[in-house]
């Protein structure tokens, strides 16, 4: 279908005004191919964003809890045991050093932390290693503390929510029709299995994806739908940051304006849910990076990320209050 600027304010009417509403793969794809509109769809992307979230934005932050070793072959990862890239890989990390990184950032303004574990899935006594650092946590600060601990089983996601995290982060990385072209060694529908069991614990659920990675405009929409129809909760974006040793390593970046662009769709599908902006803002987006709230955007993760440095996080609070944007400490359940 062509997309015409009567279908845009309407469809723009329809999610700022109708509870529940969802815009068709169809219309998604028509806005996606749009050429010279990227303006407009970021007013329609921020008008929906102030609509549901308000001038309020939240800030994350993680921890590489372990290290490499992954039995896994993503395509992009620097820590898959298939590819060498000549990161530090190390186990799970003590706890003084999981609840002092935790204090820091709570410090340096995050609301969130979540600690970031390698692997297609961790061991009882790892999981309980998280669990013990996310009481602490809980105790010594009033951060919500998330987990991304690869493949769950329901005993680990009910101890994650007894030691009181409180959402499960497991990202779907891309669209189920290109998942083959970027990991082969575990199927998509064990992804949506561990999704479906955080939430039958009763843990919020984070998950998005990695733009970036040769996917088309449809297939973000369709991770995009896929994402909105699991009923996610917090949905992180990041760009590829092509990392040397992995068969990413020669990837082009996006351009500002179509990562710009995705962040908008991504708002435009998902009215109502969080939409965190991750790793590789910086190389992809450049001076371009407080744009992503025009965007659609309502978080952002501050500080360094798993093998990679991101800018200070003092530079990203200042971007916060320069956009005259409030920032969201939300309050915890109690575990």
């Known amino acids: ?33 749009l050429q010279d509109d990227t303006n407009e769809l970021l007013v329609t992307a921020s008008r929906i964003r102030y609509r549901f979230k308000g001038n309020r934005v939240f800030t994350c932050s993680i921890i590489n809890a372990k290290s490499g070793y992954c039995s896994e072959d993503c395509a992009f990862c620097a820590q898959s045991g298939h590819h060498k890239t000549g990161i530090s890989t190390y186990p799970i990390l003590d706890k003084d050093t999981l609840v002092g990184t935790a204090i820091r950032m709570r410090e340096a303004g995050a609301t969130m932390y979540s600690m970031v574990t390698s692997g297609f899935a961790m061991k009882e006594k790892e999981v309980e290693a998280i669990c013990r650092a996310a009481e602490e946590i809980r105790r010594k600060t009033d951060l919500s503390v998330c987990a991304s601990l ?26 189920r029709s290109y998942f083959s072209h970027i990991c082969t060694t575990h199927q998509y529908e064990e992804d949506i299995e561990t999704i479906k069991i955080a939430r039958s614990a009763g843990l919020r659920v984070c998950s998005g994806g990695i733009m970036g990675l040769g996917e088309s405009w449809e297939q973000r929409v369709e991770l995009a739908i896929t994402v909105r129809d699991l009923d996610i909760d917090s949905i992180p974006i990041n760009f590829l940051n092509p990392i040397a040793g992995t068969p990413m390593q020669d990837r082009g970046l996006l351009s500002p304006m179509e990562a710009l662009k995705t962040i908008a769709l991504f708002r435009i599908i998902n009215p109502q849910k969080d939409i965190t902006i991750c790793g590789g803002r910086e190389r992809t987006l450049k001076d371009f990076q407080s744009w992503i709230f025009l965007a659609g955007a309502n978080g952002v993760m501050i500080g360094d990320y798993l093998t990679t440095k991101g800018r200070s996080a003092e530079m990203d609070i200042e971007m916060i209050r320069d956009m005259r944007l409030e920032i969201e400490r939300r309050i915890r359940a109690e575990g």
């Open 150 to 175: 690869g493949r769950l089983t329901e005993p680990m996601a009910r101890r994650l929510k007894e030691s009181g995290i409180t959402s499960y982060h497991h990202n779907l990385e891309t669209s």
């Open 1 to 33: 279908m062509i997309m015409t600027d009567k279908a845009m304010a309407i469809i723009t009417e329809k999610a700022l005004e109708e509870p529940g509403y969802s815009i068709s793969y169809e219309e998604a794809c028509s806005l996606a191919g």
